[in-house]
């Protein structure tokens, strides 16, 4: 690991300001009524083509059930596309944290029926051909056009829900769990070619297939733009590397990226980029890490805690690595700010984001603070830099170092009437969160205790896909 020494003070110096990205139009309210409405309109398909004339008869009712399940389907199935193509638009309206979690259970949600079409269909056409189910089943699966690759498809959809659930998904490593979420591209291509070729609502109905073609050319266009081609122009054009890796604690360094053009990169402390270091094995396996410094326009800095075999690879890395990354993401920024007042609290390496903000947040002599906690004062991550700005600018951190009921340290140090002790104020403050989940549930409770609006708790675990 090669070290470098540059004063701490000069490490605070910002030259220049990068451009701020733009907030987003969509809100909540907008994107509901479009996902209503999408809804809406693929309900009055079915019924332009007959669908309640199927209800007279208990075989015609379980296979409307069949052909609605299976539209509704494919239509999760496309707004899962959307959710995770990483579209800028959505990241800084949502957060990619709230993104990843609706993409989870309306993952589930289409699973459920992908399963209740194929049931619903087989038992449908069983009665009505007075046949066995499993009898009708083997017939349409060998017979059937198109049916076989729908069912691998809908059995690739089923492997990924299960590798989905938390038991599942702890046992697999982030590489294996990637690659079989990277056949859900196949399932779908699969099931749309089902259903374009064989689904009674469009082999006769080119105004169907014609809403449906351009569903998936534009699910499938925010993927290609924001997976591929946004990040393939990001950095060709900053081509970033590494500058220098700085020693900052016991298994803990910061990492410098310098590159082309930066004081063009719209940026805000706060933010995350998804790091690929290009050297070694594993160099392909993208890491969420949070800039630990305000962006200045010459260089990006990480600072990454040793918590497995890739983080404890990045401690070693050289100078002129070349770095990938997507992103910026985040909505942990100043941006969601409502008062003048802001209270910060980290945990362990969740320091990193705050540290950026400490810095970067516009405030007068006292208008800013920082709650840092940590099991040991060896655990405290950019102590000096964290005294050092709060020094320059008039404001207070403090340090909960220990464990939970040692002497000196209250049973629950982040408790409502502790956090009360420490910023009378909190209620009327804005406070951003960051650290370990556990941590962070318990600040969110004891935040709501004191009185503080959950519209100014500002809050994003890390997460893409």
Known sequence: MEQSAPSRTARLQAAVHPPLPRLSPVTTIDLGWVLIGNAVVILAMWLRHGGLDQLATPAGLLTAAGQLT????????????????????????????????????????????????????????????????????????TTYDWVLPATVGAALFVAIGITSVRAARSRLTYERWFLVHLLAYLGIALAFLHQLLVGADFMHDGLARAYWIAQFAIAFGLILAFRLVEPIRLN???????????????????????????????????????????????????????????????????????LGDGTRRLQRLRSGTRVWVEGPYGVLTGARRRTRRVARIAGGIGIAPLRALFEALPGDPGDLVLVYRARARRHLVLADELEAIARSRGNSVHFLVGRRGSRGLPDDPLAADQLLRLVPDLADRDVYLCGPEAMLERLERALRDVGVPRGRIHVERFAFA
């Open 70 to 141: 299976g539209l509704y389907a494919a239509y999760l199935a496309l707004i899962q596309l959307v959710l995770m193509s990483r579209s800028p638009w959505l990241e800084r309206a949502f957060g990619m944290d709230r993104l990843a979690w609706a993409h989870r259970w309306l993952g589930f949600a289409a699973v459920w029926l992908v399963v209740a079409h194929g049931l619903f269909i087989t038992v449908g056409y069983a009665l009505g051909d007075g046949r066995g189910v499993l009898d009708e089943g083997w017939l349409i699966l």
């Open 236 to 306: 060709l054009r900053h081509r970033l590397r590494v500058e220098r890796v700085e020693a900052e604690g016991p298994g803990v360094v910061s990492i410098v990226v310098a590159g082309d053009r930066l004081a063009e990169l719209p940026v805000r402390s706060g933010q995350y980029f998804v790091w690929r270091f290009l050297s070694g094995p594993g160099w392909w396996h993208g890491h969420p890490f949070s800039i630990s410094a305000a962006p200045n326009g010459r260089r990006l800095r990480i600072t990454v805690k040793a």
